[in-house]
Nanobody, 125 residues
């Protein structure tokens, strides 16, 4: 049973920072891709960032590029999202996702096999 567990969400002021972490368990083979998505109230889930594990390639949405960094911790089998210069519009529930299918388009939520339960990020103005 694969499990993804996010942590690190919370309340922060505009301009502040948070680091989200996603721990993967239940499958020995390393996933092909890990992604972070977010969903704000009344809006659709949107892509934030993704990492192709083997290549180390990273992808970001235009709205977070330059402010967020996705990176892996091989020893802990986690994928982290460092979020800097946070804005009120970053407020959302953040989800991590994993795919074991190679060659996927990592910005597409539908290609991911497993999802975490989400963690709330609130940025106050």
């Amino acid at each position: 049973q694969v499990q993804l567990v996010e942590s690190g969400g919370g309340l922060v002021q505009t301009g502040g920072s948070l680091r989200l972490s996603c721990a993967v368990s239940g499958r020995t083979a390393t996933s092909y891709a890990m992604g972070w998505f977010r969903q704000a109230p009344g809006k659709e889930r949107e892509f934030v960032a993704a990492l192709i594990w083997s290549a180390g390639s990273t992808y970001y949405s235009d709205s977070v590029k330059g402010r967020f960094t996705i990176y892996r911790d091989n020893a802990k089998n986690t994928v982290n999202l460092q979020m800097n210069s946070l804005k009120p519009e970053d407020t959302a529930v953040y989800y991590c996702a994993a795919s074991w299918t190679s060659g996927i388009y990592p910005r597409n939520a539908h290609v991911y096999d497993y999802w975490g339960q989400g963690t709330q990020v609130t940025v106050s103005s």
